[in-house]
């Protein structure tokens, strides 16, 4: 079955970094596109970046372009998220996802494309 498990949270103070990982397994990771969410407390669900099946784009949602990078390593089934210069705003819970179809990144960043996810891994930001 398929099974994707975060790691790498933790607490940091502003200005600080995080790298966090998400282990797949149980499909064929390398033929679809993968994404990170977030949910800080009394706030939706958003969309945070994701990356395409074979790794050659990306996106990210404004507030992290040029502190964030997602990356993926397809031999080893992992996905990563690279958090430098974090704000307190970037507390949340994180949490991969699985695009629900083959060979496509249709809609992103609405959760209903994403099947499968984590059990997520917390984040805090200290100021």
């Known amino acids: 079955q398929v099974q994707l498990v975060e790691s790498g949270g933790g607490s940091v103070q502003s200005g600080g970094s995080l790298r966090l990982s998400c282990a797949a397994s149980?499909?064929?990771?390398?033929?679809?596109?993968m994404a990170w969410f977030r949910q800080a407390p009394g706030k939706e669900r958003e969309g945070v970046s994701c990356i395409t099946w074979h790794g050659g784009r990306t996106y990210y949602v404004d507030s992290v372009k040029g502190r964030f990078t997602i990356s993926r390593d397809n031999a080893k089934n992992t996905l990563y998220l690279q958090m430098n210069n974090m704000k307190p705003e970037d507390t949340a819970m994180y949490y991969c996802a699985k695009h629900r179809d083959p060979y496509s990144s249709s809609g992103y960043f609405l959760a209903e494309n994403y099947n499968y996810w984590g059990q997520g891994t917390q984040v805090t930001v200290s100021s």
């Open positions: 149980g499909y064929s990771y390398s033929t679809y596109s």
